[in-house]
């Protein structure tokens, strides 16, 4: 499996963007896709992951009702939608794919380059 993550940019605060995680490669439907983000000095956290089958997420407590993780299983990308973005969203944010749900970043074991998010106040 290889994933491409794009999508970052700069933005003001509040602002939105849409992050995308295009994958190739066989995807199982067991498999799950989470997006990871790393802070300058910060270690990696886990943000939002989504099942490649079926619609169970699950999101870090920072982000609930502002970021929503989908998929389109027919083009194989995962998006999230990034809303209401502070200063702290700042970071590189991943993708990445899991045999099982997990907010741990070893058990992933596909990974996406990162791409930039930075929000500035």
């Known amino acids: 499996v290889q994933l491409q993550a794009s999508g970052g940019g700069l933005v003001q605060a509040g602002g939105s963007l849409r992050l995308s995680c295009a994958a190739s490669?066989?995807?199982?439907?067991?498999?799950?896709l989470g997006w990871f983000r790393q802070a300058p000095g910060k270690e990696r956290e886990f943000v939002a992951s989504?099942?490649?089958?079926?619609?169970?997420?699950y999101y870090t407590d920072s982000v609930k009702g502002r970021f929503t993780i989908s998929r389109d299983n027919a083009k194989n990308t995962v998006f999230l939608q990034m809303n209401s973005l502070k200063p702290e969203d700042t970071a590189v944010y991943y993708c990445?794919?899991?045999?099982?749900?997990?907010?741990?970043?070893?058990?992933?074991?596909?990974w996406g380059q990162g791409t930039l998010v930075t929000v500035s106040s």
């Open positions: 990445a794919a899991a045999p099982f749900q997990t907010i741990q970043a070893i058990r992933y074991n596909y």
């Open positions: 490669g066989r995807i199982f439907n067991n498999y799950v």
């Open positions: 989504i099942r490649w089958s079926g619609e169970t997420t």
